[in-house]
C-alpha cells in the first residue's frame, strides 16, 4: 500500500516541479514589473503632482465650505429683511392710517395753541405749524412739517425760531415729555431789542433759561447787566485762550 503511494507521488512530481517552474518564473515576471514601476515612479514627479492636486483639492474643499456657510448666512439675512419689511410695511400701514393722522393732527394743534400765543405776545401775529402726508423721491411715504407763517426777515426769522422753541417746552411739558429747560440761540442781535426783552420777561415766567450769543452793544439797556453774563469774551480774552 504504501509502495503504491510512493509510486502515485513519484509520477506526480514533474508535473508539480513544472508547476512551481511557471508560478516561480511567473513571480519573477511580477517581481520585475514591480520593480520597473518602483523605478519609473521613483524618476518622475508623479507623487509631487498627486501631493499638488491633494492639496488643491483639499483648498478647493475649503473655499466650498467658506463659500456654504456665506450663501447660508445670506439666505439667513434675506429672511430677516423680508421679515423686518414685513414689519416696516405693518409699521407704516398703521402710522398712516387714518386714525394716526389725525392724533398727529391733534398733537400739532396743541402745540399751535402754544405757538400762536407766544408769537402773539411777542410779536402781535399768530404763527402756527401745519402737517401735511406726502411721498418723497423714493416713493417713500412721510409727513411734512412746515410753518405756514411768511417770515421774510432775518430778525423775524429768529424771531420765529425763538417762539417755536419756547412753544415746544412747554408743549412738552404739558405732554410729559422728557425736555431741557434751557435754549442755546446764536443770531440774536438782528431782532429788535423789543422782541429781545419781551422774551427775556417771558422764559423767565416760564422757568426757561435763555443763553444766548450776542455782541454786546446789541444788548438792549436793560439786559446789559452783569447778572446776566454767563460768559464774557473780547479780542483780548478769548475763549480758548489762543493767541493772536
Known amino acids: 500500500m504504501i509502495a503504491e503511494k510512493v509510486k502515485y507521488i513519484a509520477k506526480d512530481l514533474p508535473r508539480l516541479d513544472s ?18 514601476l518602483t523605478a519609473a515612479i521613483s524618476r518622475s514627479e508623479s507623487f509631487a ?6 492639496n488643491e483639492l483639499n483648498e478647493k474643499y475649503r473655499k466650498k465650505g467658506e463659500y456654504e456657510s456665506i450663501i447660508q448666512q445670506l439666505a439667513e439675512v434675506e429672511a430677516n429683511l423680508k421679515s423686518l419689511n414685513l414689519r416696516l410695511d405693518a409699521i407704516d400701514n398703521a402710522l398712516f392710517s ?3 393722522e389725525l392724533k398727529i393732527k391733534g398733537q400739532v394743534n396743541k402745540f399751535n395753541r402754544y405757538f400762536s400765543s407766544i408769537s402773539l405776545e411777542l410779536y402781535g401775529e ?8 406726502t411721498v418723497n423721491k423714493k ?10 407763517n ?7 426769522k429768529q424771531g420765529e425760531i425763538s417762539c417755536f422753541d419756547i412753544a415746544y417746552t412747554l408743549f412738552a411739558d404739558e405732554e410729559n415729555i422728557p425736555c431741557l429747560h434751557f435754549l442755546l440761540n446764536d443770531k ?39 447778572e446776566y453774563f454767563v460768559v464774557k469774551l473780547s479780542q483780548g480774552d478769548k475763549l480758548f485762550r489762543i493767541g493772536e
Open 98 to 100: 387714518e386714525e394716526f
Open 139 to 148: 416713493g417713500q411715504r412721510l409727513y411734512e412739517f412746515s410753518a405756514f
Open 188 to 226: 440774536k442781535e438782528l431782532m429788535h431789542d423789543n422782541q429781545l426783552l419781551k422774551i427775556a420777561y417771558l422764559v423767565n415766567s416760564k422757568g426757561i433759561q435763555f443763553v444766548a450769543s450776542i455782541l454786546k452793544d446789541k444788548l438792549p439797556e436793560e439786559l446789559n447787566r452783569e
Open 19 to 36: 508547476d512551481l517552474q511557471a508560478k516561480s518564473e511567473h513571480l519573477s515576471r511580477l517581481l520585475q514589473q514591480e520593480a520597473e
Open 49 to 54: 503632482e498627486l501631493e499638488k492636486l491633494i
Open 150 to 156: 411768511t417770515n421774510l426777515s432775518s430778525g423775524k
Open 126 to 133: 399768530q404763527y402756527a405749524l401745519k402737517v401735511d402726508p
